[in-house]
C-alpha cells in the first residue's frame, strides 16, 4: 500500500491573476473570487480541467474569505481599494442563478479570515 498521492500539476492559467483572493470549493468545482483591486470571479471544473469566468462581485475585496453553503459561495470581509481598512460586508453567489447578491454583514471588520 503506497502513501503517495500524485498531483498533476499541468493547470491552465486562471482568467485574471489574483493576489490573496478568497476560494472555497462545492462539488468538484473551485471557486476563485477577489484577489488585489480585483472584484472578478471564475471556477475551475475539475471534470473539464477548465477555469470558467462567473460575473463579479459587486465589491472589490482581497484578503476576504470564502465558505460554500449549498448551493451558494459567500464571500465575506477583505480588504476593499485601503491597504489597512478592512471591510464586513458580504455577498453570495447563487451557483444555480449564476448571480451574486447581498449577504448579511459581519458584526465586525475583518481581513485575513478564514471560514
Known amino acids: 500500500m503506497s502513501s503517495t498521492v500524485t498531483f498533476d500539476a499541468n493547470l491552465p492559467s486562471m482568467h485574471h491573476g489574483r493576489y490573496q483572493p478568497a476560494a472555497a470549493a462545492l462539488g468538484r468545482k473551485i471557486f476563485v473570487a477577489g484577489g488585489w483591486l480585483e472584484s472578478t470571479a471564475e471556477y475551475y471544473d475539475v471534470d473539464t ?14 484578503g476576504a ?3 460554500s453553503l449549498g448551493n451558494t459561495i459567500i464571500v465575506m470581509g477583505g480588504r476593499d481599494t485601503g491597504i489597512y481598512s478592512s471591510i464586513s460586508s ?3 453567489y447563487d451557483t444555480t442563478s449564476g448571480q451574486w447578491s447581498a449577504f448579511p454583514s459581519m458584526n465586525e471588520a475583518r481581513r485575513g479570515c478564514a471560514a
Open 65 to 67: 474569505a470564502a465558505v
Open 90 to 92: 458580504a455577498e453570495q
Open 49 to 62: 480541467k477548465q477555469w470558467n469566468e462567473i460575473n463579479s462581485m459587486s465589491t472589490i475585496r482581497h
